[in-house]
């Protein structure tokens, strides 16, 4: 028969002949690689330490239990503490690699998140334009974006400003309607009028209404208390309130670039011609 030949582990940098010494230079880390690796099965067959051999064969896989078990199998006299300390580093690489999972999970749970969230408001904004003539789907949807997607409107408020202003209107409108929405608008008020340079009433904007008629120095009740209205244009030398309330006046210069909302709607013109342009909110 062949004789085996032998050769020497090497345990915390010193080479290891024998069972003695191998308890002498104990490293767990070391050990265990050599047990990973088959170089100590190898080693206990040259010396023909068929115990050993066969208590390695019921280490259980995990590092730590694996841990566990060769120290009770090289290191019998080791207490408890002192295996539960030896096996610690492995716990804790368990556990760092535990969490660094949850945490690439999370980082990639994150970014399908925001990705879905910048979807989503980008398909809103798209959804708006082609139902740029609805007005109860651009209310409710103007509604959303603050709900749902403030911090991103808020990032984007120019670019949505600029998407909208020219070509539709109302969605600019729906906005200075919402009192929510209303502060963040890109642009000063009086600006929002001169971007938005259309011949009132427009009839591709049904839900602008319009109001032309001389009054004979009376207040007209002309929209009741109740239902709120964004006045959007007056001519000079009318005068408009909210309804019912006496002593209210508000000439063109506060109304035209300010879009003030009021609640129902009085007003009083000695013209027959002049529009009063305004919107239900």
Avoid at 142 to 164: G, M, N, T
Avoid at 210 to 234: C, H, N, S, V
Wanted: hydrophobic share 40%.
């Amino acid at each position: 028969m062949t004789k085996a030949i032998k050769f020497n582990l090497i345990l915390d940098g010193h080479p290891v002949r024998n069972l003695d010494e191998l308890r002498d230079n104990f490293n767990i880390e070391d050990i265990l690689s050599s047990y990973r690796n088959g170089l100590l099965k190898r080693w206990l067959e040259t010396r023909r330490l068929t115990e050993e051999i066969a208590e390695l064969e019921r280490i259980p896989d995990d590092d730590i239990d694996a841990a566990k078990a060769l120290c009770r199998i090289f290191h019998g006299d080791a207490t408890n503490k002192q295996i539960e300390i030896a096996a610690y580093p492995f716990a804790f690489r368990r556990r760092e690699a535990e969490r660094l999972e949850r945490y690439e999970n999370l980082e990639i749970k994150r970014k399908e998140i925001i990705l879905a969230y910048h979807g989503n408001y980008t398909k809103l904004l798209s959804s708006i334009e082609e139902r740029s003539g609805d007005y109860p789907f651009i209310k409710s949807a103007v509604a959303e974006i603050f709900s749902r997607y403030f911090e991103l409107y808020i990032l984007d408020a120019r670019a949505f400003y600029e998407r909208f202003i020219k070509s539709h209107p109302m969605v600019i409108l729906a906005t200075l309607a919402n009192s929510d929405m209303r502060p963040h608008i890109a642009k000063e008020l009086s600006q929002v009028k001169q971007d938005m340079s259309i011949a009132w009433p427009d009839p591709t904007l049904p839900h602008i209404q319009a109001f032309a008629g001389e009054t004979e120095g009376y207040w007209k009740d002309l929209k009741p208390r109740g239902t709120r209205y964004l006045i959007i244009q007056m001519n000079d030398n009318n005068l408009i309130r909210n309804c019912g309330i006496h002593g209210e006046e508000l000439k063109a210069d506060d109304v035209n670039g300010k879009f003030p909302i009021l609640d129902g709607i009085d007003y009083k013109s000695n013209s027959s011609v002049d529009k009063l342009i305004y919107m239900e909110v």
